[in-house]
């Protein structure tokens, strides 16, 4: 079977009457747990950001706390589930601001972690990784937000 584009996709969407829609999206959101998120923020999350950014936030601090300090191996592995769990909130919304916010407090939390980042490569990688990802994300946005972020990318040194 070949996959429609987009563009057809949505010609075939416009021409449905809205109980059809409905019914799709329905079935679209019982297949998979990531349609039904996106689904979510879509519906309720998307009208307010800043409050969407401030639940994700929540949601990492609860996933920091479970970070095993004492082993780097184990660490790593929680580190990256967190980033994970940013970057697919940061997709849903589509939005630079977010993904750079998201980064930056994960950035802040590992530096204010007990965790060694200095002794061990991989987490320095990531740390860098990141950095990069926010520089490159900041390059996007206007250039007053640009100013604002790249004071906070500062703060983190």
């Known amino acids: 079977m070949k996959t429609a584009g987009l563009n057809e996709i949505k010609k075939e969407l416009e021409g449905l009457p809205p109980k059809q829609v409905l019914e799709l999206c329905m079935r679209l959101a019982k297949h998979k747990k990531e349609n039904k998120e996106l689904l979510t923020y879509l519906l309720y999350e998307a009208g ?3 409050a969407y950014i401030k639940n ?3 949601d990492a601090d609860v996933l920091f706390t479970e970070v095993n300090t004492s082993n780097i191996f184990f660490a790593k592995k929680t580190l990256r589930k967190i980033l994970r769990i940013l970057n697919k909130y940061s997709k849903y ?4 601001q977010t993904e750079t916010e998201l980064l930056i ?3 802040r939390k590992l530096k204010e972690s007990e965790l060694v980042i ?8 990531m740390y860098e990784r990141q950095i990069l990802k926010i520089k490159i994300s900041i390059s996007k946005m206007h250039e007053d937000l640009q100013y604002d972020y790249l004071k906070e990318l500062e703060g983190l040194g």
């Open 48 to 50: 307010n950001e800043s």
């Open 56 to 58: 994700i936030k929540e």
């Open 93 to 96: 919304s589509g939005s630079k």
């Open 105 to 107: 407090y994960f950035c």
């Open 118 to 125: 200095e002794k061990s490569q991989v987490l320095i990688n």
